[in-house]
């Protein structure tokens, strides 16, 4: 999972600091408003962010999901469940 539901409608999720999550959201229609960025190390960031439309928000990180590792990012998988696991500390 690469992502976690605060609220309704308010969500952190896991994504590189080049932002490929940007273009899922243009590619998919999906209104996104980013409240803040986490920066936690060179490669990935946690963000937070707000939609009114939870489905669509949801497939696309399921597809920011699939696409990591055919942009090279194998570790994104591990990398999202050890974020998540030391954010919860």
Same mark, same amino acid.
């Given at each position: 999972?690469?992502?976690?539901? /605060? *609220? #309704?409608? *308010?969500?952190?999720?896991? @994504? =590189?600091?080049?932002?490929? #999550? #940007?273009?899922?959201?243009?590619? =998919?229609? =999906?209104?996104?408003?980013?409240? *803040?960025?986490?920066? =936690?190390?060179? !490669?990935?960031?946690? !963000?937070?962010? &707000?939609?009114? @439309?939870? %489905?669509?928000?949801? +497939?696309?990180? &399921? !597809?920011?999901?699939?696409?990591? +590792? !055919?942009?090279?990012? @194998?570790?994104?998988? %591990?990398?999202? *469940? &050890?974020?998540?696991?030391? /954010?919860?500390?």
């Amino acid at each position: 999972m690469n992502f976690l539901e /605060l *609220k #309704s409608g *308010k969500f952190i999720f896991v @994504d =590189t600091v080049k932002h490929y #999550s #940007s273009f899922i959201f243009a590619k =998919t229609d =999906t209104p996104v408003k980013i409240d *803040k960025f986490y920066n =936690t190390d060179n !490669i990935y960031q946690f !963000i937070g962010c &707000r939609t009114k @439309d939870i %489905r669509k928000f949801k +497939e696309a990180m &399921r !597809i920011l999901e699939e696409n990591m +590792e !055919i942009l090279g990012y @194998d570790d994104y998988p %591990r990398v999202c *469940k &050890r974020m998540f696991q030391e /954010l919860k500390v």
